[in-house]
């Protein structure tokens, strides 16, 4: 199918009297370009992260916030530094002797100084964490995936219309380029009737006249490729997959063929459907910017 680089994914899942959620969004970009942001004890957690997102995503600027809430009254553990806590004793009762001041100090007292109790958290099985961390991942992926499918879709779908509106910009063209050819032969012969009055027109001089103005305005070329690269464009469309670049490489090429045409146009007529085809181009070329 075809995607869009615009895409949100959300999971959340509590198991174990843990909690993670992950979130997933992302805009266009020229290539992957992917930022996690991760609580620090799942930091070490990061590099799998990135691989697993690549499993999913081929292009765009990625954005996946993940946090992890930990309910288990066992997660903890007080720690006593015994050896901070006799330092600390050690300049109090200096300090007292020193300055002649009484020695208050208390059990209670020196607890509540710097790391003499520090609270610890308790080592992760990171083999259990990483399962739920990925099965939360993965969850929010396949969300974040199918909201990209689904506008890949409507863009998909507005394309191909757009593509068929400039088939028909073509066809004009290609209808109406006889027809000014005929209307300049007419418009010549009129003109040098007026010059020569009763004289002998030369036909052959005629010929080569409008035969030289055949080859300035001609758009043949430029037509049958442009129908060519429509119909490319329609078949990868349809075909799917990643082919973002290969459609921006295509439009690119339909423009060049629209400015051709534009220059060598003549007439009203073709000069202002040109316009809209290259109008259309434009439109196109814009989409195509957001398809993966």
């Known amino acids: ?4 680089m615009t895409g ?3 999971c959340e899942i509590e198991e174990d009297n843990r909690k993670i959620t992950v979130e997933i969004k992302s805009v266009n970009h020229r290539y992957l370009d992917v930022n996690v942001k991760l609580p620090k004890k799942l930091s070490f957690f990061e590099s799998a992260v990135r691989n697993l997102i690549k499993e999913y995503i081929q292009r765009g ?3 996946i916030f993940i946090t992890c809430e930990d309910f288990n009254e066992a997660n903890f553990s007080l720690k006593y530094n015994e050896e901070l806590a006799g330092e600390y004793l050690k300049y109090l009762q200096q300090m007292a002797e020193h300055f002649q001041l009484e020695n208050d100090i208390r059990v209670s007292t020196l607890s509540r100084y710097p790391d003499v109790f520090i609270m610890e ?3 992760n099985d990171e083999e259990e964490l990483w399962a739920l961390l990925e099965k939360t991942l993965r969850n929010a992926c396949e969300a974040f995936v199918e909201t990209r499918e689904k506008e890949g879709e409507n863009l998909k779908t507005d394309l191909l219309n757009k593509l068929d509106e400039m088939i028909g910009y073509v066809d004009f063209i290609e209808d109406r380029s006889p027809i000014v050819m005929k209307e300049y032969r007419e418009r010549l012969e009129n003109k040098v009737k007026e010059i020569l009055e009763d004289k002998q027109m030369d036909d ?9 103005f055949a080859d300035k305005i001609c758009v043949d070329e430029e037509t049958v490729r442009l129908k060519s690269h429509i119909e490319a464009m ?6 799917g997959g990643t082919v973002g670049r290969k459609l921006d490489f295509i439009a690119q090429e339909m423009n060049r063929e629209a400015n051709t045409i534009l220059s060598k146009a003549s007439d009203l007529a073709i000069s202002d459907t040109g316009i809209n085809l290259k109008t259309d181009i434009e439109k196109v070329r814009e989409q195509i910017q957001n398809i993966e």
Request: proline share 0%.
């Open 1 to 4: 199918m075809i995607k869009s």
């Open 8 to 10: 949100f994914g959300r």
């Open 61 to 63: 600027k990625v954005d």
């Open 121 to 123: 958290e308790q080592d």
């Open 204 to 212: 052959a001089r005629i010929a080569t006249e409008v035969t030289i």
């Open 234 to 239: 329609k078949a990868a469309l349809t075909g």
